[in-house]
Every structure is written in structure tokens, then in C-alpha cells.
């Protein structure tokens, strides 16, 4: 059986951003046509075509403050590509 999406991918760190890393890799789409780039090939994105939405987190200072989100967008296909983007947690 292949190994689940968010499994794959979570808690690596984009290139150079150490302190941030995977938490969820979700495919999606929307109603709305807005045109984006991937975050891994830069390749022009619809999101009202298929693709996958990727939510990274980075822990906060204070015991009270949620963590910080972010997401990208990654094209449909590209996951091999998104696999070599990544880098492992030290």
C-alpha cells in the first residue's frame, strides 16, 4: 500500500527555511479561477484546476500564541518534484 501524502512529506523543511516544516498535503481545488505559481517548479497554477495545497507550520515563542501557518501551492504532477525540494529535518 502506498504511503499517505501528508506522511511523506511531513516535517521537512522547504530550502532554506529550517524553522518552518510540512504538516498537511492536501489535494484541492476552487470555484474561482486565480492563477498562481508552484512553489517547487514555478510553473503557472490555475486553482480552479486540480493541484495540492501544502500547509507548513513554525512553532511561536509563547506558551499562549498559536503556531505560524503558511501554505503553498503545488501543481498536479509535481510531487516527485516537491520530494527532491524538500530537505529532512536535522
Do not use: I, K
Not at 479561477?33 to 515563542?61: I, K, N
Amino acid at each position: 500500500m502506498p504511503e499517505p501524502r501528508t506522511q511523506r512529506f511531513r516535517g521537512r523543511s522547504p530550502p532554506g527555511r529550517p524553522e518552518w516544516t510540512v504538516s498537511t498535503v492536501a489535494r484541492r481545488s476552487r470555484n474561482r479561477s486565480e492563477p498562481t505559481s508552484c512553489a517547487v517548479t514555478e510553473a503557472p497554477v490555475e486553482l480552479e484546476d486540480s493541484h495540492y495545497f501544502v500547509t507548513l507550520t513554525r512553532e511561536t515563542p509563547g506558551r499562549f500564541q498559536p503556531e505560524d501557518y503558511e501554505h503553498l501551492v503545488v501543481a498536479d504532477g509535481a510531487l516527485d518534484e516537491l520530494d527532491d525540494w524538500l530537505e529532512d529535518s536535522e
